[in-house]
Structures are given as structure tokens and as C-alpha cells.
């Protein structure tokens, strides 16, 4: 339940980012790997979804909504948990806010070519993920003996988004999006699919019933990310524990506020979980 906000301890501090819930995936990653910091959640209600917000604009939004949490939260550490937004934005936040560090989320390239056995790799995201020239270097770089066929799907990050809201993803839509990655292949069948949008891995357990996925090696950023993130803590050094919470931070109209409840149950995998709520103006 709800707990009044109070002042921000000496502990590390950890500010996760996304348009919505998926970032909650690679939050919960974070926390499983560094069980006592205090993480803020910032899910921007108003922006979503990033993938289909025009470049510049979504980059203004970023450098406006990161320097507004800076000054009201000062992390230790902030991670863009969106492949759309990390692939666009990272080195606009870098230049602009040089002294804070900044870990971003990209697409799973590398991995996925070290452990597929067809050697053709499906790289599901949203269109602006696929689409960024960023994108086509990792394919390039890590998976150039490898066949990748991509597509890009906003109904799956709805989906997924609704899915912790309390509303089941139709399977017709999954069968139907994982259809036209896999049936793309000219050289075999897709063993490894990269999820390269932090909300999908809220959708895998449902990938993995479905008959056409059984075979199927699922990956993603997310434990990745929390490595990341131990070691740049490392070099913070020892921090006081005693204060560790979690805050959640939103953008939103008064129509969609996000169910908090159910995204702290998410991350910290309890049926009642203590959290703070920090409202930020809209923009």
C-alpha cells in the first residue's frame, strides 16, 4: 500500500525510465541483482508509446522529463529502459546531463547470435527500434554470418501494457505479430528471438504456450542491464541500506493513472507492497 514520501536516503539511488510498464521488466532485474537500492520508477503515461513519437520530439521529451527527475530525485544512476528510446536519445542525455550516469537498453544482438543453432535470428521491437540505423549496426557488428529478420509491433506493446492492467492478450493478435517475424526467413527456421522492447518480456510466458514458439530461445537486455548496473554501483561504494524503497513517478492525465499496486506486486513480487507515489507535471 501507499506509504507517505519522505525524504530521499544516502543510498544508492536508481532511476528507471519508460513510456509505460515495460521498463518494470528490466527494473525487477535490477532489484533481483541489488536487492537494496532505493529505485525510482518513472512511467511517462502521457508519452506512450515512444515508438511511435516523432525523433525530435521524443528526444526533447527525454532531456525535459530526465532533468526534471535530476533535480527533484538526484539518482545515482539512470536507465532508459526502452530499446526505442535508448537507440534515439542516449547521446542527446549524455551531452546535455554529462556527469550523471547513463545505461541504456539495446537490442539482445550479441547473445542471441552466440546461442542459435538455425542461425537465423528473429528480432522482435517496435518500428522505430527496427527502423534506427543503430539498430542495423548491431545486426551488422554481432550477427553478420547470421540471418536476422525483423518486425516491428505497436499491437504487442499495447498488449503488453494491458496485460498488467488486469486484460489477457488476445492469442489471435500474438499467433498473428509472431507471424510475420518468423515466416520472413529465407535461410531457415528462427530458433532465437530477441525481444527488443522492454515490454515484451511481459508477453513471453504467453510466446512460449503458444505451439509454434515451443522450440524457440527467448532474449533479452534485461539481466544484462542489472549487471551493468551492479558494477557502476561498485564504484559508488558502500552506501547506507537501512532506507531502500521504491517510488513510482508519473506523467499522466487524471484519466490514466497507471495501477501502481500492480506494478510494485510486479517488482517486488509481493501481494502488499510498501511504495511511494511522486507526481511530475504533464508536458
Known sequence: MPV???LASKNARILVLDSGAGGLTVAREILHRNPDVSLDYFADIAGFPYGTMPDDVLIRRLVSLVGNCLSQRQPDI???????ASTL???ALRARYPTVEFVGVVPAIKPAASITRTGVIGLLATPATVNRDYTRQLIEDFAGNHEV?????NPLVVCAEQLLQGTKPDTGILIEELGKLTTKSTAGSVDTIVLACTHFPLLQPYFKALPSCESISWVDSGSAIANRVHHLLQ????????HSKITFIAAHSANDAPPYKTYASYLLQEALPQYDILHLPLI
Open 235 to 242: 564504484k559508488l561504494g558502500q552506501r547506507d541500506h537501512s
Open 149 to 153: 529478420v525483423t518486425h516491428g509491433s
Open 4 to 6: 507517505k514520501p519522505t
Open 89 to 91: 536519445a542516449l547521446h
Open 78 to 84: 539512470v536507465v532508459l529502459a526502452c530499446n526505442t
